[in-house]
């Protein structure tokens, strides 16, 4: 009786982020589970394979004694080039992806929105949604698509968009929620701005849930990780990776992890036991209240734990993590939510060691310096799953439909008018779209901009405590 | 000699009661509820569990275990087998993986109609299995999609096949702030439900916490603490006590099916005035007795004391006590509400709740004394007059049982059908309200099909039986 989950991942970001995350849910599960049985809660991400057939049969979740045969993971990797896919397939990862879930060109999309989905879109979507099918017919209850992609280049931000398209059409009933990773400000794609406004376009009219994130924020919260390491040596830093490098320096490895641990969180309570369950679509539920503003907030305390060393003292406390959550520092998209408008929000706790009335008690204390919009003064969501993170006796997950989501759509649209003005790059475009959609898209974030505007509230203090 | 084996036969025959789980909150009460129940209870078969087929088995808890996601059923079903003493049967439970997204309509409109028959011929299976079936209780929270939606359809279709039967609904009130849409699922619930059942407990998480906190000296409680508390206060009224015989009451037992014979009798003669008296029959009674109009269906309950407390000799009215702190839970004034210890179920009022009355006027009262002297203890400070509407006769019902509740040397609880649900299903409203005038969620309930009339008439139903208690 699973309820699963399929990941799409696209493009070259999507995939590095995935691959961290299916290295990370493995470790997860195995450290829960001993004893190798495939069990309940695996199945949600994972698929069990007897491979002494041919085809392969899948096997039902174990009567708890027959071991696991051959994991292999509920994902379509799609890439238009083939580097990254092909590492992904001969690292350690390889088992958990057969040749039969990937999808990969040569050319690449050469980091054009228009290419990837007006190009590349028609041409291979018949074949994605084929492999979407058949990893979709092996599903009991399907709960969610999550894609996993990034919006500054060519394949993920517009093979993205088609198919998060394509999924709409043909799956509309299952739940898309996408996790973009959001161009920075000195990104090394010069076509960036266009790219990522025609995605959010898309994400705008085809998704249910957005969950933005920023390589800006990462970055910075790693940075601050790193000046606390400085003070205590023995905190748990991940090493950047050895190949490739981020502009500021720091390894895309731990950014990945940042993200992964991120859905791990968000999928722990599908997974797993607790006394508040939240599935995905109470997510959608509780903090979309209005059909197109589906971008949320999400921060997490601690964002990244380790096999650290620190000792019981330094752990931070419910409270602690509570407090920190709502700080702007820790938000995986810039900006300070205290600042803005809570139109609804989310605390996913794990761990087994506080109870509802810790996260009562909590939320009662954060209402006093949220602003919490007019007409819904208690617009909370919890949620409790016992099992804990890999290394951290608890951690807490906070999604936020904040109104402070407009200023990165704001500073996207400033980059995008500062191009547009001049009319770079824009004949890349027209070979493959017609130029009447970037005015298009001009409108939808602008609307959204407004739209999130509109809810931006008076200040609502202690009127209800 | 045909009566005397007629005789013995209906002797074994049992009431049954089938309690309906449904949703998260519903299930983990139903397994503290049931549990109460079995530690509470001598027998191994009675109206809440009935005999094993093979001797050898566990007592199979009548109950129904409704969820539409896996794990909480198999959650509470693993927890059952592990305490060892009873069990769920085994093909009592209906579970599905979709989940009802915390969303009212979806439960109601969507997954209600289409479970509809597997959910009827589980219930149906259950009820064939009593041999006088007595009515449902249903164990729901009124805050998600599963128990709100579904449970508030399940019930009307139930009122339908079963149109005689008594049911109880006894819902979680949620915490402030355990999911953003709960006044909208709250609302939605209590207008649809006060029109298929007969009463309707009320029963709010914040409540239990503070009595957790502030009686019971636990910190941090969690749910199942909560639960425990909860559900013993149920358990005390469900299980057996007999009618205190007064013969003010005569009338009422003469109604109630056999008439009475004794009237005072002695301390000493309790045992036997005891065999001789009517005992509760838990659902038909308590809903004909404090459920009698149709328009009033909201109930709550309050019990006194919260710790089991060592036995007292020295004090020679023991229930003196306690009568007069159910009495001033009753009497609660805002603010001295706000400290109180010993408080249940009585509502708890916070500023925004607006000044309503001070005192919770009821329509009728049940008032279950358990412990030594209990058959003859005074209850005349509850028949106080300014309790109670001028239209109510005998509003006042006294069932004892002299045997100790548990390690409760002691215990007194008071289900009464009274106005105390005012305030905070008003507070709900006005969010409800407040929510619905923005628009705000409405699409995603829509989507299943309930439209914005649908809401209107709902807090256009509420209002109404709101202003029914204001006039009290």
């Given at each position: 009786?699973?309820?699963?989950?399929?990941t799409?991942?696209?493009?070259?970001?999507?995939?590095?982020?995935g691959?961290r995350?299916?290295e990370?849910?493995?470790?997860?599960?195995?450290?829960?589970n001993?004893?190798g049985?495939?069990?309940?809660?695996?199945?949600?991400?994972?698929?069990?394979?007897?491979?002494?057939?041919?085809?392969?049969?899948?096997?039902?979740?174990?009567d708890?004694?027959?071991?696991?045969?051959?994991?292999?993971?509920?994902?379509?990797?799609?890439?238009?080039?083939?580097?990254?896919?092909?590492?992904?397939?001969?690292?350690?990862?390889s088992?958990?992806?057969?040749s039969?879930?990937?999808?990969?060109?040569?050319?690449?999309?050469?980091?054009?929105?228009?290419?990837?989905?007006?190009?590349?879109?028609?041409?291979?979507?018949e074949?994605?949604?084929?492999?979407?099918?058949?990893?979709?017919?092996?599903?009991?209850s399907?709960?969610?698509?999550?894609?996993?992609?990034?919006?500054?280049?060519?394949?993920?931000?517009?093979?993205?968009?088609?198919?998060?398209?394509?999924?709409?059409?043909?799956?509309?009933?299952?739940?898309?929620?996408?996790?973009?990773?959001?161009?920075?400000?000195?990104?090394?794609?010069v076509?960036?701005?266009?790219?990522s406004?025609?995605?959010?376009?898309?994400?705008?009219?085809?998704?249910?849930?957005?969950?933005?994130?920023?390589?800006?924020?990462l970055?910075?919260?790693?940075?601050?990780?790193?000046?606390?390491k400085?003070r205590?040596p023995?905190?748990?830093?991940?090493?950047?990776?050895?190949?490739?490098?981020?502009?500021?320096?720091?390894?895309?490895?731990?950014?990945?992890?940042?993200?992964?641990?991120?859905?791990?969180?968000?999928?722990?309570?599908?997974?797993?036991?607790?006394?508040?369950?939240?599935?995905?679509?109470?997510?959608?539920?509780?903090?979309?209240?209005?059909?197109?503003?589906?971008?949320?907030?999400?921060?997490m305390?601690?964002?990244?734990?380790?096999?650290?060393?620190?000792?019981?003292?330094?752990?931070?406390?419910?409270?602690?993590?509570?407090?920190?959550?709502?700080?702007?520092?820790?938000?995986?998209?810039?900006?300070?939510?205290?600042?803005?408008?809570?139109?609804?929000?989310?605390?996913?706790?794990?761990?087994?060691?506080?109870?509802?009335?810790?996260?009562?008690?909590?939320?009662?204390?954060?209402?006093?310096?949220?602003?919490?919009?007019?007409?819904?003064?208690?617009?909370?969501?919890?949620?409790?799953?016992?099992?804990?993170?890999?290394?951290?006796?608890?951690?807490?997950?906070?999604?936020?439909?904040?109104?402070?989501?407009?200023n990165?759509?704001?500073?996207?649209?400033?980059?995008?008018?500062?191009?547009?003005?001049?009319r770079?790059?824009?004949?890349?475009?027209?070979?493959?779209?017609?130029l009447?959609?970037?005015?298009?898209?001009?409108?939808?974030?602008?609307?959204?901009?407004?739209?999130?505007?509109?809810?931006e509230g008076?200040?609502?203090?202690?009127?209800?405590? | 000699?045909?009566?005397?084996?007629?005789?013995?036969?209906?002797?074994?025959?049992?009431?049954?009661?089938?309690?309906?789980?449904?949703?998260?909150?519903?299930?983990?009460?139903?397994?503290?509820?049931?549990?109460?129940?079995?530690?509470?209870?001598?027998s191994?078969?009675?109206e809440?569990?009935?005999?094993?087929?093979?001797?050898?088995?566990?007592?199979?808890?009548?109950?129904v275990l409704?969820?539409?996601?896996?794990?909480?059923?198999?959650?509470?079903?693993r927890?059952?087998?592990?305490?060892?003493?009873?069990?769920?049967?085994?093909?009592?439970?209906?579970?599905?993986?979709?989940?009802?997204?915390?969303?009212?309509?979806?439960?109601?409109?969507?997954?209600?109609?289409s479970?509809?028959?597997?959910?009827?011929?589980?219930?149906?299976?259950?009820?064939?299995?009593?041999?006088?079936?007595?009515?449902?209780?249903?164990?729901?929270?009124?805050?998600?999609?599963?128990?709100?939606?579904?449970?508030?359809?399940?019930?009307?279709?139930?009122?339908?096949?079963?149109?005689?039967?008594?049911?109880?609904?006894?819902?979680?009130?949620?915490?402030?702030?355990?999911?953003?849409?709960?006044?909208?699922?709250?609302?939605?619930?209590?207008?649809?439900?006060?029109d298929?059942?007969?009463?309707?407990l009320?029963?709010?998480n914040?409540?239990?916490?503070?009595?957790?906190?502030?009686?019971?000296?636990?910190?941090?409680?969690?749910?199942?603490?909560m639960?425990?508390?909860?559900?013993?206060?149920?358990?005390?009224?469900?299980?057996?006590?007999?009618?205190?015989?007064?013969?003010?009451?005569?009338?009422?037992?003469?109604?109630s099916?056999k008439?009475?014979?004794?009237?005072?009798?002695?301390?000493?003669?309790?045992?036997?005035?005891?065999?001789?008296?009517?005992?509760?029959?838990?659902?038909?009674?308590?809903?004909?007795?404090?459920?009698?109009?149709?328009?009033?269906?909201?109930?709550?309950l309050?019990?006194?004391p919260?710790?089991?407390t060592?036995?007292?000799?020295?004090?020679?009215?023991?229930?003196?006590?306690?009568?007069?702190?159910?009495?001033?839970?009753?009497?609660?004034e805002?603010?001295?509400?706000?400290?109180?210890?010993?408080?249940?179920?009585?509502h708890?009022?916070?500023?925004?709740?607006?000044?309503?009355?001070?005192?919770?006027?009821?329509?009728?009262?049940?008032l279950?004394l358990?412990?030594?002297?209990?058959?003859?203890?005074?209850?005349?400070?509850?028949?106080?007059?300014?309790?109670?509407?001028?239209?109510s006769?005998?509003?006042?019902?006294?069932?004892?049982?002299t045997?100790?509740?548990?390690?409760?040397?002691?215990?007194?609880?008071?289900l009464?059908?009274?106005?105390?649900?005012?305030?905070?299903?008003?507070?709900?409203?006005?969010?409800?309200?407040?929510?619905?005038?923005?628009?705000?969620?409405?699409?995603?309930?829509?989507?299943?099909?309930?439209?914005?009339?649908?809401?209107?008439?709902?807090?256009?139903?509420?209002e109404?039986?709101?202003?029914?208690?204001?006039?009290?």
């Amino acid at each position: 009786m699973p309820r699963e989950i399929i990941t799409i991942q696209c493009g070259q970001c999507g995939n590095q982020v995935g691959c961290r995350f299916w290295e990370l849910a493995l470790q997860e599960h195995a450290a829960f589970n001993p004893s190798g049985v495939f069990y309940f809660s695996m199945s949600s991400l994972f698929r069990n394979m007897d491979t002494r057939f041919k085809p392969p049969r899948e096997l039902p979740v174990s009567d708890g004694i027959s071991k696991i045969k051959d994991l292999e993971a509920r994902a379509v990797l799609v890439d238009m080039e083939e580097g990254v896919v092909n590492q992904l397939l001969k690292g350690p990862l390889s088992n958990l992806f057969k040749s039969r879930q990937c999808i990969t060109g040569i050319s690449g999309s050469g980091n054009n929105w228009a290419h990837g989905h007006d190009v590349y879109g028609p041409q291979y979507g018949e074949a994605i949604l084929e492999k979407i099918q058949s990893e979709a017919e092996k599903c009991e209850s399907l709960q969610s698509f999550n894609i996993l992609h990034s919006l500054g280049g060519g394949t993920g931000s517009g093979l993205g968009s088609y198919i998060m398209e394509a999924l709409h059409d043909n799956y509309s009933g299952v739940l898309r929620i996408s996790v973009p990773v959001f161009p920075s400000k000195d990104d090394d794609v010069v076509t960036s701005p266009y790219n990522s406004m025609l995605a959010v376009k898309s994400l705008v009219d085809h998704a249910d849930c957005v969950l933005p994130i920023e390589n800006e924020a990462l970055c910075e919260i790693l940075d601050k990780m790193e000046v606390r390491k400085l003070r205590s040596p023995t905190l748990y830093v991940p090493k950047p990776s050895k190949g490739k490098k981020h502009p500021s320096g720091k390894g895309f490895d731990a950014m990945n992890e940042i993200v992964a641990n991120l859905l791990l969180h968000l999928t722990s309570s599908v997974r797993f036991d607790g006394s508040l369950n939240v599935d995905l679509n109470e997510l959608t539920t509780n903090l979309v209240p209005f059909p197109k503003l589906h971008f949320l907030m999400s921060s997490m305390s601690p964002a990244l734990h380790g096999p650290s060393h620190e000792n019981a003292a330094q752990l931070p406390t419910v409270n602690q993590l509570f407090t920190d959550v709502i700080l702007h520092k820790n938000q995986l998209v810039k900006g300070n939510p205290l600042a803005c408008t809570y139109l609804a929000s989310a605390f996913l706790f794990r761990g087994s060691q506080s109870n509802v009335s810790d996260l009562s008690a909590n939320i009662c204390h954060l209402r006093q310096r949220m602003k919490m919009v007019h007409w819904n003064p208690e617009g909370f969501k919890i949620g409790h799953c016992f099992r804990p993170p890999l290394h951290a006796p608890q951690a807490l997950l906070c999604l936020a439909n904040n109104t402070c989501i407009r200023n990165p759509f704001k500073r996207m649209k400033k980059r995008f008018e500062k191009l547009f003005k001049k009319r770079v790059y824009v004949h890349h475009y027209a070979e493959y779209m017609d130029l009447g959609t970037f005015a298009l898209a001009l409108d939808s974030l602008e609307d959204l901009i407004e739209h999130y505007g509109e809810h931006e509230g008076p200040l609502m203090l202690r009127q209800f405590a | 000699m045909r009566d005397c084996v007629r005789a013995r036969v209906r002797e074994r025959e049992r009431m049954g009661v089938v309690v309906l789980q449904v949703g998260q909150g519903g299930n983990q009460f139903g397994l503290s509820l049931f549990d109460a129940l079995f530690s509470l209870t001598s027998s191994l078969a009675n109206e809440f569990f009935r005999e094993p087929r093979r001797s050898a088995d566990l007592p199979r808890a009548r109950a129904v275990l409704i969820d539409s996601e896996p794990k909480v059923v198999a959650a509470v079903k693993r927890r059952s087998r592990a305490m060892g003493y009873w069990r769920y049967g085994p093909y009592s439970s209906y579970t599905e993986d979709s989940g009802s997204g915390n969303n009212w309509a979806k439960g109601f409109c969507r997954l209600g109609p289409s479970w509809q028959d597997a959910l009827s011929d589980l219930v149906r299976r259950e009820v064939e299995m009593c041999d006088i079936f007595d009515g449902f209780i249903t164990s729901q929270s009124l805050a998600g999609g599963t128990g709100a939606g579904i449970g508030s359809y399940l019930l009307e279709v139930l009122k339908d096949e079963y149109p005689s039967c008594n049911t109880l609904s006894h819902c979680i009130w949620p915490l402030e702030g355990e999911c953003t849409v709960q006044y909208y699922n709250v609302v939605l619930s209590i207008a649809h439900l006060c029109d298929v059942v007969d009463g309707l407990l009320l029963v709010k998480n914040e409540t239990l916490m503070s009595t957790c906190k502030k009686a019971l000296g636990i910190q941090r409680p969690s749910f199942d603490d909560m639960n425990t508390v909860g559900a013993r206060a149920l358990a005390s009224v469900l299980v057996p006590a007999y009618y205190q015989t007064k013969p003010k009451l005569t009338g009422l037992l003469k109604s109630s099916g056999k008439a009475a014979t004794t009237c005072k009798v002695k301390s000493s003669d309790c045992q036997s005035q005891m065999m001789s008296s009517t005992q509760v029959r838990i659902l038909s009674d308590l809903v004909t007795g404090l459920c009698s109009h149709p328009k009033y269906r909201m109930l709550a309950l309050r019990n006194t004391p919260q710790v089991p407390t060592g036995l007292d000799n020295s004090t020679t009215h023991p229930w003196k006590s306690h009568l007069k702190q159910l009495k001033q839970m009753l009497y609660m004034e805002p603010s001295w509400a706000m400290e109180s210890t010993s408080s249940v179920h009585g509502h708890k009022c916070t500023s925004d709740y607006s000044a309503f009355r001070k005192i919770d006027r009821c329509v009728a009262n049940l008032l279950v004394l358990r412990g030594k002297g209990s058959s003859d203890a005074d209850v005349s400070l509850l028949e106080d007059k300014a309790l109670y509407p001028v239209w109510s006769k005998d509003p006042l019902m006294v069932a004892t049982n002299t045997a100790p509740l548990g390690d409760f040397h002691i215990f007194a609880s008071l289900l009464s059908n009274c106005s105390s649900a005012i305030a905070p299903a008003a507070h709900a409203l006005s969010r409800a309200r407040a929510m619905h005038a923005s628009k705000a969620y409405l699409y995603q309930y829509a989507k299943h099909g309930l439209s914005m009339d649908d809401f209107d008439t709902s807090f256009e139903a509420i209002e109404a039986v709101l202003e029914q208690y204001r006039e009290l």
